[in-house]
C-alpha cells in the first residue's frame, strides 16, 4: 500500500536540519515558548506579511483564542460553512454561542459569499470561513459584508498555509488567520501546533495573554486564558522544514496541476478547480466520483489508500441534531459529503505515483 501522505520520505529528506534545529533546544533545555517559537513566529509572520503572528498548541487552539480575544459568548452567533472538519464549528460551541451554518460553493467547496447576508443577524459577532482542501475562501466578497456589517472575519486557514490569492497568502487576508501544523497539513510538525496571524494589535496583545492562563505577567491573571502555548521542540521542527516550504508548496501546485489535467480525462470524475486569482496547495487532493464506497474498495485492494473529507457536513452531525435541521437545507453540502473522496497526495509523489494512481482511479471507475 502506497502511503497517503509521505511523511517518511520528507523526513528523510531534511533529517539533519530538523535534527540540529531540535538539537538547540534540548542543549538550552527551554522547552515552553522561548527563542525558538519567537524565531519561527518572527519567520512565518514575514512570510505571511502581517505584524503580528502567535505560535498556538494547535489549529483548533487557535480558532478558539481567536474567538475568546473578540469575546464570543454565550448567545453570540458566528458564521461558518456547513462543510469541513467539526473543529471549525466546534470552538463556535466550546464557547456557547451558535455557529450558524452557510452552504458552500459547488466548485471550490468554500462558504458561499451570495449566502452569508442573509443569515445576519442582531447576535452576529464574526464571520469565520474556511479555506478548505488548500484553497482560499472568496475574501473580496467576505470581507466587505464583514466591513458593511462591522463584523471581524476569521479564516479558518487550518489547510490552506502557502495557498495565494488575489489579495494576497492565506492567514494574512482578513482580521484574523489561523492555521494547523498537524502533521499531514502542508505545513506540519511532529506532533501538534498551531498559529494565529493579525494585524490587529489590540487582538494580538490579548491573545498573548489568553494563549498563557490569561496572565501578562507571571502569576497575575487579568482575564482567562487557556494553556495554549506551542512548545519548542515543535517549533524546531518547524525552523528545520522551513527553508524548505516554498519549493514544496511550488511542487504541491505542479503536480496537483498535473494530476488534475490527468484525472480529468476519466469519464466519471470530478476534478478540484482554483478559482481564478487562487493558487491552491492541495492540503487535500480531492475528487468527487458516483459510487464511492465501492470505488473506495477497488482502489484499496489495488493498493492505493482514500480517505474521505468529510462524509458528513457539519449541521448534520449528532451533537447538532436538536439545531433541527433537515434533509435539503445544505444541499450543496450533502451532495458533496455523498460524493468526495481523496486521494493520495504530497509534494514527493514521483510521476510513476501518479501514473499509477490514475491508472487505478480508471479501473476503480469500470469496476464500480
Ligand atoms: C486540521 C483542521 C483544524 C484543526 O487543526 P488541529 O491542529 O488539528 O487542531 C481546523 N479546521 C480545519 C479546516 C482543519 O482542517
Redesign the pocket.
Known amino acids: 500500500m502506497m502511503p497517503f501522505i509521505d511523511l517518511q520520505r520528507q523526513y528523510q529528506k531534511y533529517k539533519d536540519e530538523i535534527h540540529a534545529q531540535m538539537e538547540t533546544v534540548l542543549n538550552a533545555s527551554a522547552y515552553i515558548m522561548g527563542p525558538k517559537m519567537k524565531e519561527l513566529e518572527e519567520t512565518l509572520s514575514g512570510y505571511v506579511g502581517v505584524k503580528h503572528a502567535l505560535a498556538v498548541s494547535?489549529?483548533?487552539d487557535a480558532?478558539l483564542i481567536s474567538l475568546m480575544a473578540l469575546g464570543i459568548k454565550a448567545g453570540d452567533e458566528v458564521i461558518t460553512s456547513a462543510f469541513?472538519?467539526f473543529?471549525?464549528c466546534e470552538v463556535i460551541s466550546f464557547l456557547n454561542a451558535k455557529p450558524v451554518f452557510v452552504d458552500i460553493d459547488p466548485v471550490t467547496y468554500n462558504i458561499n459569499p451570495d449566502q452569508i447576508e442573509s443569515k445576519i443577524t442582531k447576535n452576529t459577532k464574526a464571520i469565520m470561513p474556511?479555506s478548505?482542501y488548500g484553497q482560499c475562501a472568496d475574501f473580496e466578497k467576505i470581507n466587505s459584508i464583514g466591513r458593511k456589517y462591522d463584523l471581524p472575519v476569521i479564516e479558518?486557514a487550518?489547510?490552506s498555509f502557502g495557498a495565494t490569492c488575489a489579495k494576497g497568502r492565506s492567514c494574512g487576508l482578513s482580521s484574523l488567520g489561523c492555521t494547523?501544523f498537524?502533521p499531514s497539513?502542508p505545513l506540519g510538525c511532529y506532533g501538534?501546533g498551531?498559529m494565529i496571524f493579525t494585524n490587529d494589535s489590540s487582538l494580538a496583545e490579548k491573545m498573548y495573554m489568553i494563549r498563557a492562563h490569561g496572565q501578562k505577567e507571571r502569576y497575575r491573571h487579568d482575564c482567562i486564558g487557556v494553556n495554549g502555548r506551542l512548545d519548542a521542540l515543535q517549533a524546531a521542527v518547524l525552523l528545520g522544514k522551513w527553508p524548505h516550504f516554498e519549493e514544496e508548496v511550488r511542487l504541491r501546485n505542479q503536480l496537483g496541476q498535473e494530476l488534475k489535467e490527468e484525472l480529468k480525462k476519466i469519464m466519471g470524475v470530478i476534478v478540484p478547480e482554483t478559482a481564478s486569482g487562487n493558487s491552491h496547495v492541495y492540503a487535500q487532493f480531492s475528487i468527487q466520483v458516483e459510487s464511492r464506497d465501492a470505488f473506495a474498495a477497488s482502489l484499496q485492494k489495488m493498493g492505493v489508500p482514500t480517505a474521505v473529507h468529510y462524509p458528513v457536513p457539519l449541521p448534520f452531525q449528532p451533537v447538532y441534531e436538536s439545531m433541527g435541521f433537515k434533509k435539503g437545507d445544505f444541499p450543496v453540502s450533502e451532495d458533496v459529503a455523498g460524493r468526495i473522496i481523496s486521494l493520495p497526495f504530497h509534494p514527493f509523489l514521483t510521476q510513476e505515483e501518479r501514473h499509477f494512481i490514475v491508472s487505478c482511479v480508471q479501473q476503480a471507475l469500470s469496476l464500480v
Do not use: E, I, M, N
Open positions: 494547535s489549529g483548533t480558532l469541513s472538519f473543529a471549525s474556511v478548505l479558518d487550518c489547510q494547523s498537524f497539513k501538534d498551531g
